[in-house]
């Protein structure tokens, strides 16, 4: 009786696996709304949870059906999650020889930092020396004039709207925003000439939790794709995209992990997100001590393309800091 039961399980455990597998596989890639609980579940914890199954399954059944399976998950869940390929190049980085320093002004520092009002994660932000901070749930602007007086002097640019705030090295050009919008645009001209169009976007959460399979929050979650979409392909026609002398900047709380269709409009419109290009390490962002989301990022236009990304610890803040280096174009 027990061996019957175990050849019927290694053959129907594998064979309900490798369906699920197919039907999240299909949803991740036309991105539904109508599936948007599917969608958000990152592609490492589906593939997690379908190794845990299949590995139990060879475990009590045996037989070559399982291991398949398993194997075929495992590799889904390292080639095909962002952050199992961004802990990947952080180990090729430290096994190769150490770069030579880029030459000064051939790069731009960008840091994007949830601040909760406080002072603290601010400072923790200044520490990378960013040319370009972007900042959510801004302190007060006393505070933020004093950071921007530390990193760039006289050349400082300050603007709070509302609880965003953009602090860079340069002249304030235009400035779009206000305190009940979700986002803030600033337009802004470096001492090398490059002109900078930068957007701080917080948008509403958009993230998995236990109670997305109820219809209720179901429908709530579709509801919030939807306008989340909306608001970001309204952002993206608020400056010029893509002109050689102009570099577009994206970056801020985007509500809702990658690979969702918040994300379309950008990437139909050729911006990069720097951490999928050039991100090393663990790059989820929420929350601070034990990430599994990564909400915030930083986008950029073709002509900033991404060199490096990289999250780091906020302590004071519920979101770890974004890092991002991108190359300047020759002036």
Known sequence: MWR????????????LL??????????????????????????????????????????ICRGVAPGVVFCLFLITGIGFSEEAVGIVRELATSLRQPAADPPAGSRLS??????????????????????????????????????????????????????????????????????????????????????LDISNLDLP???????????????RLIDARIGNRRLVRNHLGEHPMSRQGIGRIIGGGFGTP???????????????????????????????DYPVLRLDQVWVSPNLPPVSAKTRLNTSGKNRLVVAEVAVPAR
């Not at 019957?4 to 064979?15: E, F, I, N, R």
């Not at 197919?22 to 969608?39: F, G, H, K, P, S």
């Open 205 to 219: 959460g958009c993230t998995p939790t236990r109670e997305m399979w109820q219809p209720a929050e179901w429908k």
């Open 4 to 15: 019957k039961l175990q050849k019927t399980l290694s053959t129907t455990v594998p064979l």
């Open 258 to 288: 990658p690979g969702d269709d918040v994300f379309r409009p950008l990437e139909n419109s050729g911006m990069l997100d720097t951490y999928a290009h050039s991100g090393i390490g663990w790059g989820n962002t929420y929350p601070s």
């Open 110 to 195: 960008i840091v994007n930092v949830r601040c909760g009002g406080e002072e603290a994660s601010l400072r923790k932000a200044a520490e990378s020396s960013p040319e370009v901070l972007i900042i959510q749930e801004a302190p007060d602007k006393t505070i933020l004039e004093a950071v921007a007086d530390q990193l760039y002097g006289l050349e400082r640019s300050v603007t709070l709207v509302g609880g965003k705030a953009i602090l860079g090295r340069g002249e304030t050009m235009a400035v779009i925003g206000d305190p009940g919008s979700s986002a803030l645009h600033v337009r802004l001209r470096r001492p090398d000439g490059l002109v």
């Open 18 to 59: 490798l369906l699920g597998y197919l039907a999240v596989a299909i949803c991740l890639l036309n991105r539904w709304d109508a599936m948007v609980a599917v969608t958000l579940v990152p592609v490492w914890l589906w593939a997690g949870a379908g190794a845990v199954v299949a590995l139990l399954c060879w475990i």
